[in-house]
């Protein structure tokens, strides 16, 4: 993790130090259940690296992440009949509580 931040949840949640629910860990993502679900199966999927925005992010780490919201996607899909792809949201900036992702 590039830029480790005390004061950022996600960071900590990808580094391992904030404890979360994962679903998914690569370089590249981490992909955990949100701690207050809007609905079954509400994951969120955040780069390992902190990045300020979603513009920041680049297109070839953008593209990878969204490469592991698409499979989370479709793997919590089938066990809880969640159409996941329904509900995909996007947050520009890491400012955000995990409460604004609904």
């Known amino acids: 993790m590039t830029n480790p931040s005390d004061n950022c949840v996600f960071c900590r949640i990808a580094a391992g130090t904030e404890p979360a629910q994962i679903v998914h860990r690569s370089a590249t993502s ?30 070839e780490r953008a593209g990878a992440l969204f490469v592991t919201v698409q499979r989370v996607s479709d793997a919590i899909e ?25």
Do not use: K, W
Not at 30 to 58: K, N, R, S, W, Y
Not at 81 to 101: C, E, I, Q, W
């Open 30 to 59: 981490c992909a955990f259940l949100d701690h207050a679900p809007a609905a079954p199966g509400h994951v969120l999927v955040i780069p390992t690296e902190h990045v300020e925005t979603l513009p920041a992010t680049g297109p």
């Open 78 to 102: 089938h066990p809880t009949g969640f159409l996941s792809s329904n509900r995909t949201a996007v947050l520009r900036a890491r400012r955000y509580s995990t409460r604004t992702f609904t």
